[in-house]
Nanobody
Framework: EVHLVESGGGLVQAGGSLTLSCAAS????????IGWFRQAPGKEREGVSWINSDGTTYYADSVKGRFTISSDNAQITFYLQMNSLKPEDTAVYYCAASYGTDSHFLGNPEYFHDWGQGTQVTVSS
């Protein structure tokens, strides 16, 4: 089981920036994906950004050019740098882990087997 703990959420004005962190422990396979998802009230959970064990990154169209996913060299902490935030980015943000190897399924939350508890991001207009 992969243990994930998110941090870094908060309240920010539109146009501002936040960096979320995801501390991961228990990653036991050489190949994996770490993803960031978000869920706004009354909406389904949606994928935001993903990074694999090789460092390849993927982004949802809604955040491309504004968000950057990265990891530290030890691949223990994963980050989501969020710039030019919009009110529609308001949601609970979760990090998740998958030992899958097919990037075609990254947008499906069911592809991920372990989840953090989430961190609230609120963007005011």
């Amino acid at each position: 089981e992969v243990h994930l703990v998110e941090s870094g959420g908060g309240l920010v004005q539109a146009g501002g920036s936040l960096t979320l962190s995801c501390a991961a422990s228990g990653l036991t396979f050489d190949e994996y994906f770490i993803g960031w998802f978000r869920q706004a009230p009354g909406k389904e959970r949606e994928g935001v950004s993903w990074i694999n064990s090789d460092g390849t990154t993927y982004y949802a169209d809604s955040v491309k050019g504004r968000f950057t996913i990265s990891s530290d060299n030890a691949q223990i902490t994963f980050y989501l740098q969020m710039n030019s935030l919009k009110p529609e980015d308001t949601a609970v943000y979760y990090c998740a882990a998958s030992y899958g190897t097919d990037s075609h399924f990254l947008g499906n939350p069911e592809y991920f087997h372990d989840w953090g508890q989430g961190t609230q991001v609120t963007v005011s207009s």
